[in-house]
C-alpha cells in the first residue's frame, strides 16, 4: 500500500525495515512515551511482525526520500470500520517537525474519505501531554482515562470539523490530490467492504 498526500508518503512496512524500526522504538525518546516501554529484541521484533495479519496496517512514513517513522492503524474491525491508529517518529531530525502532521491528516483522509471508516481510537501514555494535545488538533475526544493512558476517539465528523481549521495549515501541502496504490487484496478490504 502507498498512500501519497501533504507530500509525504505512507508506505506498507517491509520485513527488510522492521529491525531499524526496533532501533527507532528503543531509543529513549520513543520508549518513554510507549504504553510497552521495555527494550524490543530482534527476535521480539519478527515474532510482532510475524503476528501481523489483515486486521493491523503499520506504514512507514517518508519525507523527501527519507524514512522517518512509522504510522499505522490496528485491531481493524472491517464491518464496523473502525480501528486503533497510532504514530511515532523515529528519526530525531524530523521529531519535532510538521511532518507527523501532515502524516497523520494523509492517513485519517484516506481512512475517513476513501476507506468509509467511522471513526478511530488511540491510546496515549498518561503524562505524555504532546501527543495527547496534538490528537485533540486532530477531532480526538477523551473518552476514558486508564492506570497507564488515556483512551481517545474520533469520528468522522469530528475530524471534518477540525480538518476546516487544519485546512489554513494544510493547503501549502496540497499538491495535488490523494493517491492510493493498493494491492487487489487490500483494495478488497479498504475499498470493497463497505
Not at 5 to 17: A, E, I, P, W
Not at 108 to 135: H, Q, R, W
Not at 162 to 185: C, Q
Amino acid at each position: 500500500m502507498i498512500l501519497q498526500k501533504y507530500g509525504v508518503q505512507l508506505d506498507s512496512l517491509q520485513y527488510k525495515d522492521i529491525q531499524m524500526v526496533r532501533s527507532w522504538r528503543n531509543a529513549e525518546f520513543v520508549q518513554k512515551n510507549m504504553l510497552f516501554d521495555k527494550k524490543l529484541t530482534p527476535k521480539m521484533q519478527e515474532d510482532w511482525f510475524a503476528r501481523l495479519n489483515e486486521s493491523d496496517i503499520y506504514l512507514m512514513i517518508i519525507h523527501q526520500s527519507i524514512q522517518i517513522g512509522i504510522i499505522h492503524v490496528k485491531n481493524i474491525d472491517w464491518k464496523k470500520r473502525k480501528g486503533e491508529a497510532g504514530i511515532f517518529i523515529g528519526n530525531l531530525n524530523y521529531h519535532k517537525s510538521y511532518i507527523p502532521m501532515l502524516a497523520i491528516a494523509c492517513l485519517m483522509d484516506s481512512f475517513f474519505y476513501d476507506f468509509s471508516f467511522t471513526e478511530l481510537t488511540a491510546k496515549v501514555k498518561k503524562g505524555n501531554k504532546t501527543a495527547l494535545d496534538f490528537n485533540y488538533f486532530f477531532g480526538y475526544e477523551l473518552v476514558a482515562k486508564g492506570n497507564n493512558f488515556h483512551s481517545l476517539l474520533v469520528s468522522k465528523d469530528l475530524y471534518s470539523k477540525s480538518k476546516m481549521k487544519l485546512s489554513k495549515i494544510l493547503k501549502p501541502f496540497e499538491v495535488g490530490n490523494l493517491i492510493l496504490d493498493l494491492s487487489s487484496e487490500e483494495k478488497n478490504h479498504l475499498l470493497l467492504r463497505k
